[in-house]
């Protein structure tokens, strides 16, 4: 499994923009990049995959430039309860993941 | 994408002793999984539990230790055996299927179990 780096914390406030990017330099042909949401006591939800290029859903987007040796998570106008860990991922098969440390977010009034 | 429920939420146990963590999903999937948190720390993986056939373990991890049941496609438990306080944790099982966020498979986790041995 490709090994994943991203930053330890970031901190933030309501309303702005949070990026948080993961680098993975040996990412494979087939590797997929995943990205989890872990708030306390509860575990891990499932928040974006992709590819290549670009995907949007309801919740964030996830920019990945063509060499994908790196991805951007970005979270758009964060509220008090996007304080969580965000973790990245990285594999052909989503069935044995490998956590990373993962970023805790903590975005403040 | 898929509901899972476990039992108990937390416990506190005496060291030497056992403890059986289930693991109930509302629909039927083939692979589940059991994961280990330990306090601050990332999730690490345990054990894959495939309905049908034995365990599979992680390194570091033994059946002895914790072993694993798969009845059906709906259920499972984890047991952690002969308990220390390095075994204090959470528990997570998780399921893999097909998800309403995504067009592909990916992994569903339960609430945990939060584990504390005295």
């Known amino acids: 499994l490709a090994k994943t780096t991203q930053p330890i914390s970031m901190d933030s406030y309501e309303g702005q923009e949070v990026n948080i990017t993961c680098s993975h330099n040996?990412?494979?042909?087939?590797?997929?990049i995943t990205w989890y949401q872990q708030f306390p006591s509860q575990g891990p939800r499932f928040i974006i995959q992709?590819?290549?290029t670009k995907v949007t859903n309801e919740v964030a987007s996830l920019f990945i430039p063509a060499d994908r040796k790196s991805s951007t998570l970005s979270l758009p106008r964060v509220s008090l309860s996007d304080t969580a860990v965000y973790y990245c991922?990285?594999?052909?098969?989503?069935?044995?993941?490998?956590f990373g440390a993962g970023t805790t977010v903590t975005v403040r009034a | 994408s898929a509901v899972i429920s476990q039992k108990p939420s937390r416990d506190i146990c005496q060291r030497g002793t056992s403890l059986t963590i289930q693991c109930q999903v509302d629909?039927?999937?083939?692979?589940m999984f059991w994961y280990r948190q330990q306090p601050g720390q990332s999730l690490t993986l345990i054990a894959t539990?495939?309905?049908?056939?034995?365990?599979?373990?992680e390194s570091g991890f033994v059946i002895d230790k914790f072993p694993i049941s798969r009845p059906n496609l709906t259920f499972s438990t984890l047991t952690v055996s002969n308990m220390s306080p390095e075994d204090s944790s959470i528990y997570l099982c998780?399921?893999?299927?097909?998800?309403?966020?995504?067009?592909?498979?990916?992994?569903?986790f339960g609430p945990g179990t939060r584990l504390t041995v005295l």
């Open positions: 998780s399921v893999y299927t097909k998800g309403k966020e995504t067009s592909t498979d990916t992994q569903y």
């Open positions: 040996n990412i494979a042909t087939n590797d997929y």
């Open positions: 992709g590819y290549k």
């Open positions: 991922l990285v594999g052909e098969d989503d069935y044995k993941l490998s």
């Open positions: 629909s039927q999937v083939t692979m």
């Open positions: 539990a495939n309905q049908g056939s034995e365990a599979t373990y």
